[in-house]
């Protein structure tokens, strides 16, 4: 099966600029994720929607986060305006379902560097 | 608050050797714990992971081993080889309230280094 994808693969541009990254989950899966991974760190949970609905954005700077899910199967973030302490990866992961855990399948994520 | 402590930060083996790394989470809820294993500048994947039912679970040289009571876990690499060079990364499930749908907390990763 084809796995997760994400677009752009890299990305750098100067603060206070807005960007846009984007996901396509594995087909059928109804829970989608996106995660910061700041440099040396673990992958930190921005939000997770199941289908087209957010289940949890608890982390997610929504002063400059936004994020969206139409039709419940391609995914988009979006930061406006960025700092400088936004540089980082930005995964995007699918599992089948999220009741209690199940495996999440990783994209290859997009490098964001903020100068 | 949700938590999960990973240590060491840092491993270096010489190839053959086993290879540990223990974590430890704050949720008592939790009852999924995956471990993912992600190479420089690739996604992270799935190389392992239990649940709160099992005490242990392995598979060929990898292996997880679960304390509810103590509250961690721990991921044993046993006859290591060049290739499993990477960074590793525990997780642990956390409940969204009173839902049963939940979240995964990462603990800080490991670097694992395998001296041939």
């Known amino acids: 099966e084809a796995g997760v994808a994400q677009s752009p693969r890299y990305k750098i541009i100067e603060k206070r600029q807005s960007v846009a990254f984007w996901c396509n989950p594995i087909?059928?899966?109804?829970?989608l994720y996106w995660y910061q991974q700041i440099l040396g760190q673990g992958p930190k949970l921005l939000i997770q929607?199941?289908?087209?609905?957010?289940?949890?954005d608890s982390q997610l700077p929504k002063d400059r986060f936004s994020a969206e899910r139409l039709k419940g199967v391609d995914s988009t973030l979006k930061i406006q305006p960025a700092k400088l302490e936004d540089s980082a990866v930005y995964l995007c992961a699918s599992s089948l379902e999220e009741i209690r855990g199940s495996e999440q399948f990783f994209g290859p994520g997009t490098r964001l560097t903020v100068l | 608050g949700e938590n999960v402590e990973q240590h060491p930060s840092t491993l270096s083996v010489q190839e053959g050797d086993s290879a540990v790394i223990k974590c430890t989470y704050s949720?008592?809820?939790?009852?999924?714990f995956p471990w993912y294993k992600q190479e420089l500048g690739k996604r992270p994947q799935l190389i392992i992971d239990i649940r709160s039912n099992v005490g242990e679970k392995k598979d060929q040289r990898i292996a997880v081993t679960l304390n509810k009571t103590a509250k961690h876990f721990s991921l044993h690499i046993t006859e290591t080889q060049p290739e499993d060079s990477a960074v590793y990364f525990c997780?642990?499930?956390?409940?969204?309230?009173?839902?049963?749908?939940?979240?995964?907390?990462f603990g800080q990763g490991t670097t694992l280094q395998v001296k041939p």
């Open positions: 929607f199941q289908n087209n609905g957010v289940v949890d």
């Open positions: 997780a642990a499930s956390v409940l969204h309230g009173s839902s049963n749908t939940g979240k995964l907390i």
């Open positions: 949720d008592s809820a939790s009852n999924y």
């Open positions: 087909s059928g899966h109804a829970t």
